[in-house]
Nanobody
């Protein structure tokens, strides 16, 4: 089970830190990803991290602004979002999968999502 938290309302240029807590004792074997879905749009990839945290992928529009990290001892993955823009407004989902990938079809466990809203 994955549970996201940390969403909210922030002004453009501000920051939010999303957390995704996982239950179970096998968290460390999974790749983790963050995806987002804006109103009227399809869900898109944001960032992913491999099981050890040694490799990451980012969607181009968030590179240099967002950072994905994980703490396997705490069964938690984070998404630090800085320099937020109104176009970052979306529901953010974390997901777990056995393959480190950008493709959401590689992820088979999903959280319920957390809303992040960036005002201009």
């Amino acid at each position: 089970q994955l549970v996201e938290s940390g969403g909210g309302l922030v002004q453009a240029g501000g920051s939010l830190r999303l957390s995704c807590a996982a239950s179970g004792r096998t968290f460390s074997i999974y790749a983790m990803g963050w995806f987002r879905q804006a109103p009227g749009k399809v869900r898109e990839f944001v960032a992913s991290i491999n099981w050890s945290g040694s490799s990451t992928y980012y969607e181009d529009s968030v590179k240099g602004r967002f950072t994905i990290s994980r703490d396997n001892a705490a069964n938690t993955v984070y998404l630090q979002m800085n320099s937020l823009k109104p176009e970052d407004t979306a529901v953010y989902y974390c997901a777990a999968g056995l393959r480190f990938d950008r493709d959401e079809r590689r992820y088979n466990n999903w959280g319920q999502g957390t809303q992040a809203t960036v005002s201009s």
